[in-house]
DNA sequence: ACGGCCGTCGCATGATCGTGTGACTAGACG
DNA sequence: CGTCTAGTCACACGATCATGCGACGGCCGT
């Protein structure tokens, strides 16, 4: 979609923490640093929420997760609705397992741990504009910890679908995710004539007739 | 407990690729460097399952989610069940959510892209045998996204929905319908022009930029 | 009375999609 | 050995969609 390499404005990121000698070393830090700017810095959710309406939202939120009154997830939850191309990157000093799980499970971009350093902060921004999502290795082995511990209901078969393939089912999938078949064909690595010969059988399995009956009834019939 | 650095025995990978123009340019690169080495390489997991009753099982296993056979994913399934010391990194040129998803709920203890470059995945196996997760800051992200779209509610009671407006969400939900913007027309007796202003005020809403992704995030947040 | 939101309509352009048609490969099954 | 299925790719045509722009009347709140 966005090409954030040949970007000619500045990431906008917006700084929610409410230490104020921390923020304005973040501030410092993210403003030397070429590429970017600190365009807001807020020390509550609240503040920054009210600025949302005001102001142009900002490419990038650092957010503190232990704030005074509304709590860092769900300020989270409401960047994640409010900006969803706002790119969320908690900013802690705690690695606590819930608190990540939480976190990501709300839409983190990223989770920086405080004690990695100021320097680190700038990394990770560069990171979640590139697409990328910046985590320590601690942080990422929790994640797929919890990930494989929540498992349990993934092979919940038995009922039988439209006998769908696998790789039709695949295309569905990235179909139901606001995918153009373009890019369903980038991402598989397949020509998109192909994508469209997996459509047009799927939507003779499904019996409709669009893109949006298949995404719907496949959504609705629990098919993906 | 053990101290992976002081190690005084090499670690021990298998690779499980059908490839072999990339499976031998992975193994040299493997057996290149200090402190591992290939021990093992099969086309098909089938091989490798044959092995582990003959050989002694690895520390890492290299495994291919592509392969002619058995599926990437059965296969790493049998091998935590078969040898569940062992780490596993996928290995993929597809860098598709569902896939690493899966990979991941089965118990994955790594996902590097090929398209990586060979010399990330030394880097890998390092990682892993120090408790790590490797990942490529595109994994994570889609790692992350996934995470966020399996637990998509938590409020479901408090939240506001996306400020849609009465007549939005009646184009929305023809449009789940399957209908065809000609059709909404018709069925509400309005000009198709109104019906493409509509659904374009709801992609800016519920930010997304195609109908089969309005269509998925109405049904999946309930909003119809 | 004025601004703001909502619903309506129009046009134009380029991208995307649906569909008919055809074809090749690899593996599965008998 | 044929036959079938799944997956792949190609081309072409008309239909449909996304989007930027502009516009108008109605209703509501202050």
């Known amino acids: 979609m966005n090409d954030s390499k040949t970007r000619d404005r500045k990431t906008s990121v917006w700084l929610v923490e409410d230490n104020a000698m921390f923020s304005m070393g973040v ?28 102001e142009t939202p900002p ?22 609705k409010r900006v969803p191309e706002a790119r969320v990157i908690i900013l802690t000093v705690f690695d606590d397992a819930d608190k990540i799980f939480r976190a990501v499970c709300a839409g983190a971009a990223g989770y ?16 979640v504009m ?13 994640v797929l910890d919890a990930f494989s511990r929540i498992e349990p209901t993934l092979d919940r078969d038995s009922m039988e679908d439209y006998h769908l393939t696998e790789r039709e089912r695949d295309i569905l999938r990235l179909m139901a995710d606001g995918l153009l078949k373009k890019e ?6 397949i020509s998109v004539h192909t994508v469209s010969t997996h459509m047009r059988r799927v939507y003779g399995k499904l019996h409709v007739t669009t893109n949006t009956g298949a995404v719907a009834k496949a959504l609705r019939e629990g098919i993906i």
Do not use: N
């Open 27 to 54: 501030r410092r830090a993210v403003d030397s640093l070429g590429g970017m700017q600190c365009a807001g810095c807020y020390p509550t959710a609240e503040a920054a929420f009210a600025a949302l309406d005001q």
């Open 112 to 127: 920086v741990l405080k004690s990695s350093g100021i320097d680190r902060i700038g990394d990770a921004i560069r990171q």
């Open 184 to 189: 369903i064909a980038q991402a598989l690595d």
């Open 130 to 142: 590139d697409g990328g999502a910046p985590m320590t290795p601690e942080v990422a082995k929790k």
């Open 59 to 80: 490419d990038v939120i650092l957010l503190d997760v232990q704030l005074p009154g509304i709590d860092g997830i769900t300020a989270l939850q409401t960047f994640r």
